[in-house]
């Protein structure tokens, strides 16, 4: 290795150079459930995020608790700090519409608190195989029903 080579590698922007850059944050949605019960909470929750930097805008519906917070923002440093400024119980949106999942009312997947429309997002795959009917359940509710001909007589 010659000496034209070494220099070359110390002032070379596109190689290892770049590793020392700090990354940009993307643009990101970040939704947050968080229990508000009157319009102060909701202020106080507003008021939590709005100051961050890197945050471009806050809503909030207070209806269904969650506060959306859209920014150049990281999801975990969001939460923490709506945490620890509200003194409030705060975690990543858990919910995704109903049509989404296979079966929504199976169990680990029905959530009675989830608002109208919503059920719990599933991502453990020990829930997802809860969530799947196996074959002898598939065979024995088709047994006993009505678009089956061959179906149970005494029914």
Not at 12 to 26: E, F, I, N, P, Y
Not at 49 to 67: N, R
Not at 97 to 118: I, M, T
Request: aromatic content about 6%; overall charge positive; proline content about 6%.
């Amino acid at each position: 290795m010659g000496v034209l080579d070494h220099l070359s590698d110390m002032f070379d922007c596109a190689g290892g150079g770049s590793s020392k850059l700090k990354k940009k944050k993307q643009l990101q949605t970040v939704e947050i459930k968080v229990k508000m019960d009157c319009e102060g909470c909701e202020r106080k929750v507003r008021r939590s995020v709005e100051g961050m930097k890197g945050v471009s805008s806050v809503q909030i519906e207070p209806k269904q608790h969650k506060l959306t917070v859209v920014g150049y923002v990281d999801p975990n440093k969001v939460v923490a700090r709506v945490a620890h400024r509200t003194g409030k119980k705060a975690e990543l949106w858990p919910y995704v519409p109903y049509d989404v999942v296979e079966h929504p009312y199976a169990p680990g997947v029905y959530d009675r608190k989830a608002p109208p429309g919503y059920v719990r997002s599933v991502e453990d795959p020990q829930l997802s195989q809860l969530a799947r009917a196996t074959s002898s359940e598939v065979r024995y509710t088709t047994a006993f029903s009505d678009e089956n001909p061959s179906a149970c007589i005494v029914m």
